[in-house]
């Protein structure tokens, strides 16, 4: 492809709907500020309502900001109508035109800019190849499964070369192995064309292996942005540890902060390397724990105790469920040969490993 990849930038964007019953104001975007580098898979990742569509939307100009500048590359594209931007999008519904077959499904951004139908025909067939549809290309869409309709749409997308790339919710209409094979997909073709991309995920699973980096949002606002290592193991904030996988919370208070912090849970006392900036002596916090972070131990030798209810063999690993006073914790024990395993009913103590915890403030969002 000769594009070449660009950049987008928002820039202090805000969007203020009205409510059209009661006239009220709701602020869907609050103050969006980042930058997708040229070639970058950026994924906007929150609950249904937080705004991650309508930063999308003003991105491919379906909105207009009701404050702030969009940027493509060094281009203020805020006020361009959605065709005049260097943008493509792919919707949860496809959008193909059933009328049309395949190949004239994709063809058609490429015979509204007049381009030779020779050269339509190898560049159809090079782009239907890329995403393993060329055997067919005679079909209508009412003929193909939801898979290959969204790999239409994305060939018919990717096939006009845009600068960007936009993704909404484009997986969530396909079942749960087709959706694991596109995501491999949609990653591999963006990284192949090098295409600048943005993508819009409720699906925290989805996000972790897609991305560059992630943008969570909450209630209009960016609470976090970071490489998905970033966001699982070093959260802002205890919305976002519990937004992007399972995590079980102990009450904790800090003791000292220098390059690490030291906090004591439950009468004892631990270093952690991790650790939210605000945090001071004195200061009331929570122990983040992933499932990976916890150990069980022999009653009376960790830090909870408690017993164990269920327990799920997936073979590399063992998920227990400990029912404890801090409500259920589920607990991952690694390479269970190697390990004391305990059965369910038995009692157990819950303990963590400071080196893959975080220490972040009680009560804050
Ligand atoms: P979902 O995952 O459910 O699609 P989302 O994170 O994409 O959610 P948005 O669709 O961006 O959220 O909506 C953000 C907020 O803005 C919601 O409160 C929504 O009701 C409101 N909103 C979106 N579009 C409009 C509109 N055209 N008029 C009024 N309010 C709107």
Known sequence: MENISKSVTLENVWKVFQ??????????????????????????????????????????????????????????????????????????????????????????????????????????????????????????????SGGQQQRVA?????????????????????????????????????????????????????????????????????????????????????????FIGKVAFFPAEVAGVDEHCTVKVRGRTFTLPRFSPGLKAGDSALVMCRPESLTLLPPGEGILDGRVTTNVYLGHSIESFVSTELGEILVQVDNPDARQIFAEGDAVSVSFIPELTKALPAGKE
């Open 154 to 242: 994305l060939a018919r997308s990717l096939i006009v070369e845009p600068a960007v790339l936009l993704l909404d919710e484009p997986l969530s209409n396909l079942d749960a192995l087709l959706r694991e094979q596109m995501r491999v997909e949609i990653r591999r073709i963006q990284k192949s064309l090098g295409i600048t991309a943005a993508y819009v995920t409720h699906d925290r699973v989805e996000a972790m292996s897609l991305s560059d980096r992630i943008i969570v949002m909450n209630k209009g606002k960016i609470v976090q942005i970071g490489s998905p290592h970033q966001v699982y193991r070093d959260p802002a904030s205890a919305f976002v540890a519990g």
């Open 19 to 144: 409510d059209p019953q009661s006239g009220k104001d709701i602020t869907a975007v609050e103050q969006a500020d980042f930058v997708i580098a040229p070639g970058e898979l950026v994924t906007l990742l929150g609950p249904s309502g937080c705004g991650k569509t309508t930063t999308l939307r003003m991105i491919a100009g379906f909105e207009l900001p009701t404050r702030g500048r969009v940027l493509i590359g060094s281009e203020d594209i805020t006020f361009l109508p959605p065709n005049r931007r260097d943008t493509a999008m792919v919707f949860q519904s496809y959008g193909l035109f059933p009328h049309m077959n395949v190949f004239d499904n994709v063809a058609y951004g490429l015979r509204l800019r007049k381009m030779p139908e020779k050269e339509i025909t190898e560049k159809v067939m090079r782009f239907l190849g890329m995403v393993g549809l060329d055997a067919l290309a005679k079909r209508p869409p009412s003929r193909l």
